[in-house]
């Protein structure tokens, strides 16, 4: 009689490790087909031309001769707001220097930055490795659509000297 206990127990206990042990080793989803690949790593030169117009509301501005007036209200601007990150010139500041910008940036990329920085640095590929070589968000100084036009006017007339 304790023999049939004893087997009686033993098959239970038996039954019920492979019962936890098919629910340890069971998945409720299956398994992909294929492996992910991780997206490819793309090297961005930040000092090398970019036709990307970034992300945001801008997708096509329309650049005819530099509007003198227009620079002079970009430059007050670009001083009250600009310049405690960055020059005019190549040297980094708290941001790059913007020398040569309006070459290597569409105008839609650089109102797209101006207006919406947060936007761009965590969108815009340029922007977000900008951000890794700056080590410094791009503040948002709520300067709107023709502020930004103006600004622009302004680089633009800084780089033709």
């Known amino acids: 009689m304790e023999n049939r206990i004893f087997n009686s127990t033993l098959r239970g ?3 019920l490790f ?3 042990l098919l ?3 069971g998945s409720k989803t299956s398994a992909p087909e294929t492996t ?3 997206d490819a790593i793309v090297e961005i030169d930040t000092k090398a031309y970019s036709d990307s117009k970034g992300v945001g509301k801008f997708t096509e501005v329309k650049l005819e001769a530099i509007d003198p007036a227009r620079a002079e209200l970009g430059k007050a601007v670009f001083t009250t707001k600009c310049t405690t990150c960055h020059k005019l010139t190549a040297d ?3 941001g790059p220097g913007l020398e040569g910008i309006t070459s290597r940036r569409t105008p839609e990329w650089i ?3 101006i207006t919406n920085p947060e936007l761009m640095m965590k969108s815009d590929p340029v922007a977000k490795k900008l951000f890794e070589e700056i080590l410094t ?3 948002n100084q709520n300067i709107g659509d023709e502020e930004a036009r103006n600004i622009l006017e302004y680089l633009r007339q800084n ?3």
């Open 92 to 94: 980094k500041f708290v």
């Open 159 to 161: 780089d033709n000297k």
């Open 18 to 20: 492979m019962i936890l």
């Open 137 to 139: 968000p791009m503040a």
């Open 111 to 113: 109102m797209n930055m």
């Open 36 to 38: 992910p690949v991780p």
């Open 23 to 25: 629910q340890a080793c």
């Open 13 to 15: 206990l038996t039954f």
